[in-house]
């Protein structure tokens, strides 16, 4: 999660130059990190039963 907020947060930056190239790092990392994510918690939800359920809604509640 931190990769994601850092890097959003650098695009999302007004005063912060960056080049194509730097924003397509940036992009690629919130893009990567997300799919791992995405992974995560569907192996959870595969594996899980009511507590994995009850762990992620809590998460995403937050």
């Known amino acids: 999660m931190a990769v ?3 890097s959003a947060s650098t695009l999302l930056e007004r005063n ?3 080049d194509s190239g730097q924003k397509h790092e940036l992009l690629l990392s919130i893009y990567e990190e997300a ?3 995405n992974q995560i ?3 959870m939800l595969n594996k899980g ?3 994995s359920r009850w ?6 509640a937050r």
């Open 4 to 6: 994601i907020t850092g």
């Open 16 to 18: 912060m130059a960056l």
């Open 35 to 37: 799919e791992h994510l």
């Open 41 to 43: 918690i569907r192996n």
């Open 49 to 51: 039963g009511t507590l």
């Open 55 to 60: 762990m992620l809604m809590m998460y995403i």
